[in-house]
């Protein structure tokens, strides 16, 4: 039964493993005894045996070269797209082979940093600039912006590769500061502790590179409508500014609370999913998860267990357009995104450059989730290397997976040929879940 899909398949497959001249030189990335075997592995994958076809799986996803982001980059180039006209099993199997390896990618992405800070009566200022050096996630002072006091804080730590939330806790309660974390800026800012809050240990969940806290618990009982009643708890849900989820999901089904007698205490809408898009520039969310008015004889909360799913960009990926002057459908991919310039031309005193941006993913969401995609950094280079910035864009078109812009351009010489247009985005979008317990809240 397998014969006749093979033999019109295997025509196709070779015509999928010839990459465009624009992208063969990704192919200098991988040792060539790897792209050797994958072809091989790949007409494997539609074996008449099981066994056979797993075992073509498995050597696909071990040959996969995912210490090296652009060496995997182009392993994602020389694997066949599963597309119609391919036997089931192996689109099948192709989508399995990319689903986990772009999962690698963004487990490494959404591991948590780890931070080994020894100091004595130091300088609050240098042990940030310490933890951005190990973690790459910036900590701002803003108690100046927030019109506080701006004397020097000094700050005795002894942390040994301890995860960055545990450790940027111990940090703030020795310092006697909060953060802020809707700045709008690529950071979180630091400031003054309100009078009489709670220290930041022991508060928390830590979820790799997530925070998640119990802010505060609302009871309400309606004395016009005695059904009307119930309680609400919020959630702050923080993460490190490197990462910049697009957006967090909690299913209420996802959700168990225990009091301090044992009982669980019910949920309003258990079959409801919060979901929230994060806005540029802000690195919490708040989450409120509605649950029954609990008898009066419960005073906590033994336990809150969820988890939730964050939707997170992988690596970025920069693409690099050149001879803009005759640039026409031009196309790169990296990972599993697609860049293609559909055309540049000169409106008036601008300049345009109108392209796509495909995102390969049944995660991307790009109908309900783009506001990621307004965030990618573009500009021009000169012939000198000096930065052109956007002057403004345009949205040309959108679909699920698929967002057109239009960037427009001033240029001093008016001249685009010598210039080059430089793009940045994540190379893929992926959905990862989390863990977390919180215990011992108190209830009002």
């Known amino acids: 039964m397998r014969n006749l899909p093979v033999a019109l398949s295997l025509a196709l497959l070779m015509v999928l493993f010839v990459m465009p001249s624009s992208e063969a030189t990704w192919a200098e990335e991988i040792d060539p005894q790897i792209i050797d075997r994958v072809e091989p592995l790949v007409r494997q994958l539609n074996d008449d045996k099981a066994a056979r076809r797993d075992q073509a799986?498995?050597?696909?996803?071990?040959?996969?070269?995912?210490?090296?982001?652009?060496?995997l980059d182009a392993y994602l180039l020389l694997l066949?797209?599963?597309?119609?006209?391919?036997?089931?099993?192996?689109?099948?199997?192709?989508s399995q082979i990319r689903h986990q390896l772009e999962n690698q990618q963004a487990n490494e992405t959404t591991t948590a940093s780890k931070l080994t800070l020894s100091a004595v009566d130091t300088d609050l200022k240098v042990l940030l600039d310490k933890v951005y050096e190990q973690t790459g996630n910036r900590l701002v002072d803003y108690r100046d912006q927030f019109g506080q006091d701006t004397q020097p804080r000094i700050v005795s730590v002894d942390i040994a590769e301890e995860e960055f939330w545990p450790a940027i806790d111990k940090i703030l309660d020795q310092a006697r500061l909060s953060l802020y974390p809707f700045s709008g800026e690529e950071s979180l800012a630091?400031?003054?502790r309100e009078q009489g809050a709670a220290p930041r240990v022991g508060k928390a969940s830590y979820a790799g590179p997530f925070r998640v806290e119990a802010t505060s618990?609302?009871?309400?009982?309606?004395?016009?409508?005695?059904?009307?009643?119930?309680?609400?708890?919020?959630?702050?849900?923080?993460?490190?500014?490197?990462l910049r989820p697009i957006a967090i999901s909690q299913a209420v089904e996802q959700i168990k609370i225990t009091a301090d007698n044992g009982i669980e205490i019910p949920l309003a809408n258990s079959q409801a999913?919060?979901?929230?898009?994060?806005?540029?520039?802000?690195h919490a969310t708040?989450?409120?998860?509605?649950?029954?008015?609990?008898?009066?004889?419960?005073?906590k909360l033994a336990s809150i267990k969820g988890q939730f799913s964050a939707l997170v960009p992988g690596r970025v990926a920069e693409f690099r357009f050149t001879e803009l002057h005759k640039t026409k459908d031009a196309k790169q991919q990296r990972g599993g995104v697609t860049v293609t310039v559909d055309r540049v031309r000169k409106s008036q005193e601008l300049w345009e450059i109108h392209m796509r941006l495909r995102v390969d993913s049944e995660e991307a969401g790009l109908e309900s989730h783009r506001g990621w995609v307004?965030?990618?950094?573009?500009?021009?280079?000169?012939?000198?290397?000096e930065i052109i910035d956007h002057a403004g864009f345009e949205t040309t078109m959108q679909s699920e997976n698929e967002v057109g812009l239009a960037y427009l351009f001033e240029l001093p010489d008016d001249d685009i040929a010598n210039y080059t247009w430089v793009y940045r985005t994540p190379a893929a979008i992926t959905r990862v879940l989390f863990d977390y317990e919180l215990t011992d809240i108190p209830l009002p």
């Not at 999913?273 to 802000?282: A, H």
């Not at 573009?378 to 000198?384: E, F, I």
């Open 217 to 242: 618990v609302i009871a309400q009982r309606g004395l016009r409508t005695p059904v009307q009643q119930g309680t609400r708890i919020e959630l702050e849900i923080a993460w490190e500014p490197r």
């Open 57 to 71: 799986e498995q050597e696909l996803i071990k040959l996969a070269p995912v210490d090296d982001p652009q060496a």
């Open 190 to 192: 630091v400031i003054e």
């Open 273 to 282: 999913v919060l979901e929230v898009e994060v806005q540029p520039g802000n």
């Open 286 to 299: 708040e989450l409120t998860i509605p649950m029954a008015l609990p008898p009066r004889s419960v005073l």
């Open 374 to 385: 307004f965030q990618n950094l573009t500009y021009l280079l000169n012939k000198n290397n």
């Open 80 to 94: 066949p797209k599963p597309i119609e006209g391919m036997p089931e099993e192996v689109r099948s199997r192709l």
